[in-house]
């Protein structure tokens, strides 16, 4: 019970640090690894429909399928669920400190899901190494993951951008142990 409580406090010292970065975080959250869910059809928008399929290091083919993403979710039950806002360079800068803030309070397992494709260069160097291999990862939905029942089930609220002016939000996630 004791380890537990300790525990707990170290997910809330998380949410916390990320809502304390200067990086547009709205919210964070210590949610279950169970609630969030993972679909083959997902990687087929990516495949179909997106123009940076194949043009991103972070990116389908590159990212896990959704099998291999379900194979990994299965190593870990609790995670830190971030809703952000632009610029996406920011919001990948955030997730990937609140991942190194994980691993460094003992949570050595940690690793984020960005939003979307990697923002970190102007061009993906899609022919050769990554840049940045220390900050860039895969967005959520590259692996496989329904991002929008994901957060319903934790209670965000999200809907489909119908227009280009309306508010755009991003969600992350850093899986923690
Ligand atoms: S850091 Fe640069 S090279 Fe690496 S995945 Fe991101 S955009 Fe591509």
Redesign the pocket.
Known sequence: MAKKEKSNKGYDALCKTAMEQEYGVTEAKVVSVDSIVVEPWVQMKCRFGCPRHEK???CPPFSPDYKETKRILECYKTAILVEGEPPAKNFTEMLVKLEHKATLDGYYKAFALDAGP?S??KE??IDGK???PA??RPSMESCGIDVFKTVRNNGFEVEFLQHKKQYVKYFGLVLVE
């Open positions: 991103s290091r972070t990697c970190l260069c993906c160097n990554c840049r940045f900050k860039a």
